[in-house]
Nanobody, 118 residues
Framework: QVQLVESGGGLVQPGGSLRLSCAAS????????MSWYRQAPGKERELVAT????????NYADSVKGRFTISRDDAKNTVYLQMNSLKVDDTAVYYC???????????WGQGTQVTVSS
C-alpha cells in the first residue's frame, strides 16, 4: 500500500539547518512530482516546495525561497528538503506528498516536527 514516511525534524536554533527526508513506497515514485508541505499550529497546511518527476525543475513558496532546497533520489524513492537559515516562523509539522496520492487516496504520512526556537 501507499506509504510516506517523513523524518529528520527536530529542535534547532534560529539560523540553523535541518535536512528532512521522505521515504515513499507503494507507487511509481519516479513518475510523479513530489512536494513538501507544512502546517503550523492553528494554521492551514501550506505548500512549501515542489520538484518535478525528472528533478529538473523546482518551485518554492516565497517564504522559503533562497533558504530551502528540495531534491530527490529516485533510486531510493526518497525526497529531501534541505532547510537553511531557519526562522521561528518555519516551526511546523512537515509532510511530503504528491497530487496523485492526495486525490486518489486522501493519504498523508505522520509528518515530522520542526521547531525553531532559541
Amino acid at each position: 500500500q501507499v506509504q510516506l514516511v517523513e523524518s529528520g525534524g527536530g529542535l534547532v536554533q534560529p539560523g540553523g539547518s535541518l535536512r528532512l527526508s521522505c521515504a515513499a513506497s507503494g507507487f511509481a515514485f519516479s513518475s510523479f512530482p513530489m512536494s513538501w508541505y507544512r502546517q503550523a499550529p492553528g494554521k492551514e497546511r501550506e505548500l512549501v516546495a515542489t520538484i518535478t518527476s525528472g528533478g529538473d525543475s523546482t518551485n518554492y513558496a516565497d517564504s522559503v525561497k533562497g533558504r530551502f532546497t528540495i531534491s530527490r533520489d529516485d533510486a531510493k524513492n526518497t525526497v529531501y528538503l534541505q532547510m537553511n537559515s531557519l526562522k521561528v516562523d518555519d516551526t511546523a509539522v512537515y509532510y511530503c506528498n504528491t497530487a496523485f496520492i492526495r486525490l486518489k487516496y486522501n493519504y498523508w504520512g505522520q509528518g515530522t516536527q520542526v521547531t525553531v526556537s532559541s
